[in-house]
């Protein structure tokens, strides 16, 4: 379906005004089961959610006893500690492949048979969210939760798979598969001129991947370049960082209403993905771009390219296309498969996200 693109005559920008008690995602004490919900909220006068500062679980007041704070100190260095020893037992690292935020993660080999690994090692933070899956009497932690709702079987080959985890006092310590040759998507396209061919072959994955989240009740706020490995011999793709967003690729409802919806989201991220891709950068750079603006598109794209980017990028949540419609785009419909692919995308045995968070009547649909 092509649809073009209407700017709309005017947007009020309006930051939504709630209850001071509301929370973006609740934080989930022992035995507190969360109902599940497709909408992610903005806490009251919360400026940028990725801005918490990384705390060690152990930090307290600056008023403490010197004898406490110095206990404090010796018990965090302790659990440092267990938590280095427990990972060099099972794992041997290599190198570090990068950091960022409240995470390291690095290279890494399985001590008992030698398999690649990426170890990524987190520190805790205040108000850490904590999940019980429906079925298991464990409280996980959200990140681990998530990956294991998306890697239990059958699984999907264009998501990253969870092996181990590992937690203690101090940290979290998340053991995942390291595919062998691949880098990240943005380092690809800066390296290689994507052709809409390679982009198809690319994005189906990358589409089918948010498919397989959705349907485990799991929403990946932040399908962007940099959380995509790719092999540049074989284009196959792993969508990778089930963890926090990125503002810039935001939808313009947080930026105006502080909310949105799951799937409107996820579409507004394969948009981006899609442009960025074909066109080399992105096509917002700011806030208010991404509020007022239209993307402008060189004259090499194909209009079926730009109808569909065009559709995933409308201001409306309500205009943009559905995955399903997505799917059924000409653009993404009119591909070869390349030999790389494991399976073609499909549209059987998709199953409404409302049916799936009744299944997971435990859990909340946490934005990844």
Same mark, same amino acid.
């Given at each position: 379906?092509?649809?073009?693109?209407?700017?709309?005559?005017?947007?009020?920008?309006?930051?939504?005004?709630?209850?001071?008690?509301?929370? *973006?995602?609740?934080?989930?004490?022992?035995?507190?089961?969360?109902?599940?919900?497709?909408?992610?909220?903005?806490?009251?006068?919360?400026?940028?959610?990725?801005?918490?500062?990384?705390? *060690?679980?152990?930090?307290?007041?600056?008023?403490?006893?010197?004898?406490?704070? =110095?206990?404090?100190?010796?018990?965090?260095?302790? #659990?440092?500690? =267990?938590? =280095?020893?427990?990972?060099?037992?099972?794992?041997?690292?290599?190198?570090?492949?990068?950091?960022?935020?409240?995470?390291?993660?690095?290279?890494?080999?399985?001590?008992?048979?030698?398999?690649?690994?990426?170890?990524? &090692?987190?520190?805790? &933070?205040?108000?850490?969210?904590?999940?019980? $899956?429906?079925?298991?009497?464990?409280?996980?932690?959200?990140?681990?939760?998530?990956?294991?709702?998306?890697?239990?079987?059958?699984?999907?080959?264009?998501?990253?798979?969870?092996? !181990?985890? $590992?937690?203690?006092?101090?940290?979290?310590?998340?053991?995942?598969?390291?595919?062998? @040759?691949?880098? !990240?998507?943005?380092?690809?396209?800066?390296?290689?001129?994507?052709?809409?061919?390679?982009?198809?072959?690319?994005?189906?994955?990358? &589409?089918?991947?948010? @498919?397989?989240?959705?349907?485990?009740?799991?929403?990946?706020? *932040?399908?962007?370049?940099?959380? $995509?490995?790719? #092999?540049?011999?074989?284009?196959?793709? =792993?969508? $990778?960082?089930?963890?926090?967003?990125?503002?810039?690729?935001?939808?313009?409802?947080?930026?105006?209403?502080?909310?949105?919806?799951?799937?409107?989201?996820?579409?507004?991220?394969?948009?981006?993905?899609?442009?960025?891709?074909?066109?080399?950068?992105?096509?917002?750079?700011?806030?208010?771009?991404?509020?007022?603006?239209?993307?402008?598109?060189?004259? @090499?794209?194909?209009?079926?390219?730009?109808?569909?980017?065009?559709?995933?990028?409308?201001?409306?949540?309500?205009?943009?296309?559905?995955?399903?419609?997505?799917?059924? @785009?000409?653009?993404?419909?009119?591909?070869?498969?390349?030999?790389?692919?494991?399976?073609?995308?499909?549209?059987?045995?998709?199953?409404?996200?409302?049916?799936?968070?009744?299944?997971?009547?435990?859990?909340?649909?946490?934005?990844?």
């Amino acid at each position: 379906m092509d649809v073009p693109y209407e700017r709309p005559e005017e947007l009020l920008v309006k930051r939504r005004r709630s209850e001071s008690g509301e929370k *973006d995602v609740e934080t989930i004490k022992p035995e507190t089961n969360v109902e599940a919900s497709s909408t992610v909220t903005r806490r009251v006068g919360e400026e940028n959610p990725l801005k918490r500062k990384c705390m *060690d679980v152990s930090q307290g007041p600056e008023s403490r006893p010197e004898g406490t704070a =110095k206990r404090s100190r010796t018990e965090t260095e302790e #659990n440092y500690k =267990k938590m =280095k020893d427990i990972i060099l037992k099972r794992y041997a690292v290599v190198r570090l492949l990068g950091s960022g935020g409240c995470a390291s993660v690095y290279a890494g080999v399985r001590t008992s048979d030698g398999k690649k690994v990426a170890l990524k &090692i987190m520190s805790k &933070i205040l108000n850490d969210k904590y999940i019980t $899956i429906n079925g298991d009497t464990r409280r996980l932690p959200a990140e681990v939760a998530i990956l294991e709702l998306v890697c239990k079987p059958p699984r999907c080959p264009y998501v990253i798979e969870l092996l !181990d985890w $590992i937690e203690t006092p101090a940290g979290i310590n998340i053991v995942l598969e390291r595919p062998d @040759h691949c880098i !990240d998507l943005f380092k690809f396209c800066r390296r290689v001129n994507v052709t809409e061919s390679m982009a198809k072959v690319i994005m189906q994955q990358v &589409i089918q991947a948010a @498919h397989h989240c959705r349907a485990r009740g799991v929403f990946h706020h *932040d399908i962007k370049e940099e959380n $995509i490995l790719i #092999n540049p011999h074989t284009l196959e793709v =792993k969508l $990778i960082d089930f963890g926090c967003g990125t503002p810039i690729y935001f939808p313009p409802e947080w930026l105006t209403e502080g909310k949105y919806e799951a799937e409107p989201a996820t579409v507004w991220g394969l948009g981006v993905l899609l442009y960025s891709m074909l066109c080399g950068h992105r096509p917002f750079n700011s806030p208010h771009q991404t509020v007022y603006e239209s993307q402008c598109f060189p004259g @090499h794209l194909s209009i079926s390219s730009c109808s569909l980017i065009n559709w995933c990028l409308q201001k409306d949540p309500k205009r943009r296309p559905t995955l399903e419609q997505v799917i059924a @785009h000409s653009w993404v419909r009119n591909y070869t498969v390349a030999p790389c692919c494991r399976a073609p995308l499909a549209l059987g045995g998709m199953t409404p996200v409302l049916q799936i968070h009744q299944e997971f009547k435990r859990i909340i649909v946490y934005t990844i």
